[in-house]
């Protein structure tokens, strides 16, 4: 089972930085996971709230500021916000990749830039399954996973529409039914977020492909255990 670090290393360093995704390498993580959002000149950065309140305590929107904007006043670099490409150079062929679209309008230019980027070996996920609509019909064998918070008929018929080689399900909607049926589809299942040993246990035991958590390093430790 994949292990993806949640924003990084997100337990024990800022999420969604370029510390994070370092430390996520360091924690033996697979893979990581992280948020895209557009700044108002136009320049995908990673991040997951459109707000900067929660991380910045800024009373202002991404999609309302330059990137210049954006990244002044962080305490040091590794509190800055990075750029998609910032994370790519320090990434690409060294983890996999699962690129959360947060906001529509986004699927021409990622697409555009993991051109860029060979090595990087990547998904794109998302809520909104009109952004994955949108990038389907700009790449036609891109690699997609609808995000769900249960496993219902839509999030199968979503998947069998785009062709998506798997689900990205929160893991308290996961049961042995829903491993079967996607198996039945053709379908693998991640979960997200998974911080308790006992609960990655058992998503490995139900056949779980690939988890998110926000402490790789822990969860990797605690399945090594098992055996």
């Known amino acids: 089972m994949l292990i993806y670090g949640h924003r990084g290393s997100s337990g024990t360093v800022p999420e969604n930085t370029l510390s994070a995704f370092a430390q996520a390498i360091t924690d033996g993580a697979d893979g990581v996971e992280f948020d895209l959002r557009a700044t108002a000149d136009g320049v995908p950065v990673v991040i997951h709230d459109r707000s900067l309140d929660r991380i910045r305590g800024r009373d202002a929107n991404v999609d309302e500021l330059t990137l210049a904007e954006i990244q002044a006043g962080a305490a040091n670099d590794a509190e800055v916000i990075p750029t998609f490409e910032a994370v790519l150079d320090l990434l690409a062929g060294r983890l996999r990749l699962d690129l959360e679209l947060k906001q529509p309008g986004l699927e021409a230019t990622v697409r555009a830039t993991l051109r860029r980027y060979p090595a990087a070996d990547w998904v794109i996920s998302s809520f909104d399954w009109d952004a994955l609509r949108a990038v389907r019909t700009i790449d036609t064998s891109a690699p997609l996973w609808p995000l769900a918070t249960v496993a219902d008929e839509a999030l199968f018929a979503v998947a069998a529409e785009l062709g998506a080689p798997s689900i990205a399900l929160y893991a308290g909607a996961l049961t042995q039914a829903v491993v079967e049926r996607s198996t039945a589809a053709g379908l693998d299942v991640m979960v997200w ?28 430790a605690g399945l090594i255990e098992t055996g």
């Open 193 to 220: 977020t998974v911080n308790d040993v006992m609960e990655a246990r058992q998503a490995q035991a139900l056949g779980v492909a690939a988890l998110c958590t926000d402490h790789p390093a822990a969860i990797r």
